[in-house]
């Protein structure tokens, strides 16, 4: 159970991580806002690249990780999708985050549903599910946009989560 990647839509380039891209996710992981909702919360350089390092050993070894979001247009590198998994069931959890300059056009719908796509068309898995913060309202709506439902409010990460799950026959 391997994603091959790259992964590409129609303006976006999904790719593993490199040791060249800390610098600019460092202005993704750095920044207070964009990191608002995310776990980990703000991090420095060297916890980027430590970050960037582990997504490439998960790769690796799970076959699936988070990668880098890179617009076709510019080569620009806007952020981060891919797949962790969800501690209580195994199963595929879905997760994206972009820079700032990004938000608002569309990016995070079309690299997580490029994400799903991949999940249901390589690994073996009745569906997938995102964990999201109950006050990111910007993140639920991605996720009801790409045909995730939400199923449940969890506790995650010392917070409420919504739990969203698509099935593989709503694919």
Known sequence: MRIPLPIETERLLLRSFSPDDVDAMLGVYGDPEVMRFIPSGVLDAAATARMLESYARVQATRGY???????????????????????????????????RAAWGHGYASEAARACLDAAFAHLDCGRVVALVDVDNAASQRVAARIGMERIDTVEAHGRPHALFARERDAA
Request: hydrophobic share 50%; glycine share 14%.
């Open 65 to 99: 990780a988070f990668w880098a979001i890179v617009l076709k247009s510019s080569g620009r590198l806007i952020g981060d999708a891919g797949f962790n998994v969800f501690a209580q069931t195994g199963e595929p959890e879905l997760g994206y985050s972009l820079a």
